[in-house]
């Protein structure tokens, strides 16, 4: 195996000389570095990328489960005095891929390399079976989508069908009136209600096709981001933009909208525009699931290095079974597909996403009845 980037920890200067000699004599080709102690190896693993690092176990300032710590991507290799072979296993059990023990004469040298290829097969099989992995679950979530994607749009170009059929009728059915009984006014009002029912139901399901082509969008959107663009915003501003958006359709539902802030300014790094994002999903569900009349509380606090937005709905609540699943694209907690919410079903994914791109998470807790809350929180 040629080409490799090995990175030696040791600090036995004989045993340095001694790895030296046998990329010579061996004519290995190996870009090795040596290191003596971990402060040493921290910093070499801080200014460039390893195939491999083979290390002695007891150094001058750790050992070498301190070097297996600084990462976790770069195979390592234990070397051991004689005696020491538990502690080695040890190591193997905390990630290190392969050990061998030193003797005096260096003879272990004569196997380093055959272990080295050996990790360094290992460590690639191990990458494309996680590539493959990676690769079915795409494939897999693809499928889930399109398949989700695909009955939600069926359902409303359903709708949307039978409704623009039903509403030829009506007009049909005026035309009709209109020419054989011109005078029966009651009955062309009452088919008129009938079309104006339809025409409203036509822009409910309109509605929610724009949403979820929207959201599908969004959630592609986001799902391709590895960063987002930081601005340092007052938290607490934030959130009462989202919240003020808000009251107008809480008042058409006498749903009451309470905001309990933090007493101070919480200043954070974030991209406020996407954050107002994940808030908007978070309330927009938490008002859904609100009964006419119901509270919906948004609360502002902060702890040690964290800020946190509680927003606690009086809602259904949501199963035990089903809370492991709420955030799964396309995933209806009542397990149907009616439209009785304009939900797509990717609001809440999406706002987890933006959040876990702020470098913080979401967590929920509900009891069925009762309602649910969902708890962002965020490093200050």
Known sequence: M????????????????????????????????????VEETTTLLAQRHFDVIVSDYNLGDGTALDVLQLQSE????????????????????????????????????????????????????????????????????????????????????????????????HIETVKTFVNANPVDVQQIRETLVKMEERAHLLESHKKHFNEIILNMLEMARVDALDSLQM?????????????ES?????????????????????????????????????????????????????????????????????????????????FDRFYRADGSRNMTYAESGLGLPIARRIVELHHGRIEVTSVPQHGSTFTIRLPL
């Open 74 to 169: 770069i195979p390592l290799i234990i070397v051991t005095g004689a005696g020491s072979e538990v502690l080695a296993v040890t190591a193997m059990k905390a990630g290190a891929y392969d050990y061998l023990t030193k003797d005096i004469q260096h003879h272990y040298l004569k196997l380093l390399p055959i272990v080295i290829e050996n990790t360094i097969k290992r460590k690639q099989a191990e990458r494309e079976a996680l590539d493959t992995l990676s690769e079915r679950v795409r494939r897999e979530s693809l499928q889930s989508f399109l398949q989700n994607t695909s009955h939600d749009l069926r359902t409303v170009m359903t709708v949307c069908d039978l409704s623009i059929h039903i509403m030829s009728r």
């Open 2 to 37: 040629s080409g490799l980037s090995v990175l030696l920890v040791e600090d036995d200067l004989i045993d340095q000389m001694a790895f030296s000699h046998l990329v010579q004599e061996e004519n290995l080709d190996y870009d090795y570095q040596l290191a003596a102690s």
């Open 246 to 326: 808000f009251r107008p359709v809480a008042a058409e539902r006498s749903q009451s909208l309470i905001v309990v802030p933090a007493p101070h300014p919480v200043m954070i790094q974030c991209a406020p525009n996407e954050l107002m994002k994940a808030i908007q999903n978070l309330l927009k569900n938490a008002l859904s699931f609100t009964p006419d009349g119901g509270d919906v509380i948004v609360t502002t606090t902060t702890q040690e290095q964290e800020v946190r937005l509680a927003i606690t709905d009086t809602g259904e609540g949501i199963s035990p079974q089903h809370l492991p699943h709420i």
């Open 231 to 243: 601005e340092t915003a007052d938290f607490t501003t934030v959130v009462n933009n989202v919240v």
